[in-house]
């Protein structure tokens, strides 16, 4: 990939549509563009022209608006053509746009170009990719804000806080021989504590954000007919499982997405657990023990009125992962009394009813709560996982400098934890990110974007 070629992608989606958009972005773009169209129109203007091939035959006809350099989305001469949205018309401009000089683009390129040139930082390019993917109305919002600069201000002040700590400490090692001693001012420790507060103010809203882009994956489990399918038929929404007295009908793994309160909620019913009896039903109990080791959550479904005392989840619990927390969801609570039975000590109960809906509430709050989020905050911003795994990294090395200066006041042991927070905190923006993340990133990104 060079940042010195001329690139052109169509940057509506692929199919017919009313209008049709192509881009092209590079040092040749006025040139390649003059070709087309004859002349370039006023830089930020929409003009009328007609596009045309090698022998100035009409492909399409529609408007051209012209962005100049630096002052584009990629910082780049950027040429826009808006023509009807037809495939074939599509592809004839694209490819005449290739023989006179371009190269097409590959996936995320504009906005790489657009990193690299200084447009935006990494998280803000990251955020125009979770704007277009967002499923929510909830999950938009925070990626406009993140797209807006929110989060990179977060983590600009946050980094800023950082480096005032370098600062002092770096200070009392290169000037020894001073009469106070830096390191022991009580000031210096209560810095410490307050950037370690506002790494909890920032991580909870990259968090919340993280929860809207990616949500959370739950896997329903338990014995034969106990209810999981119909559970996931009322979460869902509609009949989106088949649902007999048959014990084991479901026998491969059914996935469901839905949302709660702005949180993607994705559901996993799964075969019932038991001693199989053919080779069908063994395979889908491997599948689903494979996706409960996967899952964020197991809700492990009773059959309240079969089973009150919860024998089936004693006799499975040696089969769940054990790294995956479990919920006790005791169907049918509309004709029984589970509540009087004791759930096994350590393990979070929920009573419903997959028939009548009693309960739902309660266990969509109950999911909720076990991911850490709540209805959506002013300041939540869309993140991802590997600015909260940085993040994380980030505040374990602050954790790290402040033992170290309550414990031993080694002033260059410190500063080497403040200066791996820094690093792990400029990884978010892209200050410090090698070119094989980068084309991870970008490579997520639809092709024209």
């Given amino acids: 990939m060079s940042d010195t070629d001329t690139i052109v ?22 040139g390649i563009a003059t070709s087309v169209l004859g002349t370039l129109p006023p830089a930020r203007r929409a003009v009328f022209a007609a596009f045309r091939d090698a022998e100035q035959q ?60 200084e447009k935006l930082d990494l998280a803000q390019a990251e955020a125009v990719a979770d704007l277009i993917d967002a499923g929510s109305r909830e999950a938009a919002r925070a990626a406009m804000r993140s797209l807006q600069g929110e989060f990179s201000t977060m983590i600009q002040v946050l980094t800023g806080a950082v480096i005032d700590l370098r600062t ?3 200070a009392a090692i290169d000037f020894p021989e001073e009469e106070v001693d830096f390191l022991a001012d009580k000031a210096l420790a209560e810095r410490l504590s307050n950037v370690r507060q506002h790494f909890d103010a920032v991580t909870r809203s990259a968090g919340q954000g993280r929860l809207l882009r990616d949500g959370m994956t739950v896997v329903l ?36 997405r839905i949302h709660v309160d702005g949180m993607p909620l994705h559901i996993l019913d799964t075969a019932g657990l038991r001693v199989a009896l053919d080779a069908v039903e063994e395979e889908g109990i491997r599948r689903a023990q494979l996706e409960m080791a996967r899952a964020d959550r197991v809700l492990f479904v009773i059959d309240g009125a079969q089973d009150p005392t919860a024998g089936a989840y004693r006799d499975l619990a040696g089969t ?19 509540g009087a039975v004791a759930a096994p000590p350590g393990v979070p109960r929920i009573e419903v009813s997959a028939r009548t809906g009693q ?6 709050g109950h999911l909720k709560s076990s991911m850490g989020y709540f209805t959506l905050e002013t300041g939540s911003v869309s993140a991802r996982q590997r600015h909260i795994e940085a993040l994380e990294r980030a505040r374990a090395s602050v954790e790290e400098a402040a033992r170290v200066l309550k414990e031993t006041r080694a002033g260059e042991l410190v500063a080497q934890e403040l200066r791996a927070a820094q690093r792990a905190l400029d990884e978010i923006g892209g200050e410090f990110t090698n070119e094989d993340l980068l084309g991870r990133i970008f490579a997520s990104f639809c092709i024209g974007k």
Avoid: W
């Fill in 359 to 364: 309960g739902l509430d309660a266990l969509r």
């Fill in 9 to 30: 992608a169509a940057a509506t989606a692929p199919g017919r549509g009313g209008v049709g958009i192509v881009r092209l972005s590079g040092p040749a773009a006025q």
């Fill in 221 to 256: 489990a338990g014995a034969p007919n106990a209810g999981k399918s119909s559970l996931l038929n009322r979460l869902a929404g509609y009949d989106a499982a088949i649902v007999t007295a048959v014990p084991g009908t479901t026998r491969d793994v059914l996935r469901e």
């Fill in 58 to 117: 009409t492909i399409d006809a529609g408007l051209v608006l012209f962005f100049p350099g630096p002052h584009s989305y990629t910082g780049e001469d950027v040429v826009e053509f808006h023509g009807h949205g037809g495939p074939v018309i599509i592809d004839t401009l694209t490819a005449r746009l290739v023989a006179l000089g371009a190269r097409r683009a590959n996936p995320g390129e504009f906005t790489q170009r657009a990193f690299l040139n």
């Fill in 168 to 170: 002092h400490v770096e």
């Fill in 320 to 338: 769940l992962p054990a790294q995956v927390p479990v919920t006790l969801v005791y169907n049918k609570s509309d004709i029984t009394d589970a």
